[in-house]
């Protein structure tokens, strides 16, 4: 069973970055699809980012062209680098991963995963 531990959250500045890190543990070489998505307070589950294992990846509109997502597959870790907060940015995220055997495209909208990790906050003031 996948498990996912971020880390790396925290606040930030309007116009400012931080990275976000997931370890993954017990993965086994097979087709996944990892993300992230964000839930603020009142608002509900928004998926950002998402990855294959081709390394494919696919963004929500509400943070393409400020968020990064990678894969550093040496040390088993899902990245999200984020630029440019914006206050709406504020929330809870998740990094998460969902089984594609069949290799189907990975949506950086999909808030739908299998397995998601205890979450990490980020805060961005403006």
């Known amino acids: 069973q996948v498990q996912l531990v971020e880390s790396g959250g925290g606040s930030a500045q309007s116009g400012g970055s931080l990275t976000l890190s997931c370890e993954v543990h017990g993965y086994k070489e097979s087709s996944y699809c990892w993300g992230w998505f964000r839930q603020a307070p009142g608002k509900e589950r928004e998926g950002i980012a998402a990855i294959d294992n081709e390394d494919t990846t696919d963004y929500a509109p509400s943070v393409k062209g400020r968020f990064t997502i990678s894969r550093d597959k040496a040390r088993n870790t899902l990245v999200l680098q984020m630029d440019n907060l914006k206050p709406e940015d504020t929330g809870m995220y998740f990094c998460?991963?969902?089984?594609?055997?069949?290799?189907?495209?990975?949506?950086?909208?999909?808030?739908?995963?299998?397995?998601r990790g205890q979450g990490t906050q980020v805060t961005v003031a403006s």
């Open positions: 998460a991963a969902e089984k594609n055997p069949w290799y189907q495209h990975c949506s950086g909208s999909s808030s739908v995963y299998d397995y």
